[in-house]
């Protein structure tokens, strides 16, 4: 019942940007923390940025001063700003939810290159 729907990622070249968008539905998304994580080639599933119920926002040391996450109360929808984006950032990305359940959207491929 519970869905997280991403939008098509794709592919960017170096300081490009993208927009990420997450829409999630079956929850009272309100009172759920939202944020986004990515899995690069060979690696592990890795915390990206964050958000609470309130306007507090988290970012990894990787991505902090280039990315931003906001959330739209009224579309139930949590985004992802990427700026100024690297080969490195190219991953897989997903979206999660965070309250008394916990919920991953489907990912999306985002791929830095020229």
């Known amino acids: 019942q519970v869905e997280l729907v991403v939008s098509v990622g794709g592919l960017v070249e170096p300081g490009g940007s993208l927009r990420l968008s997450c829409t999630a539905s079956?929850?009272?998304?309100?009172?759920?923390?939202m944020g986004w994580y990515r899995q690069a080639p060979g690696k592990e599933r890795d915390f990206v940025a964050g958000?609470?119920?309130?306007?507090?926002?988290y970012y990894s040391d990787s991505v902090k001063g280039r990315f931003t996450i906001s959330r739209d109360n009224a579309k139930n929808t949590v985004y992802l700003q990427m700026n100024s984006l690297k080969s490195e950032d190219t991953a897989v990305y997903y979206c999660?939810?965070?309250?008394?359940?916990?919920?991953w959207g489907q990912g999306t491929q985002v791929t830095v290159s020229s």
């Open positions: 999660t939810a965070a309250g008394m359940t916990h919920h």
């Open positions: 079956g929850l009272s998304f309100v009172y759920f923390r």
């Open positions: 958000m609470g119920t309130g306007i507090d926002t």
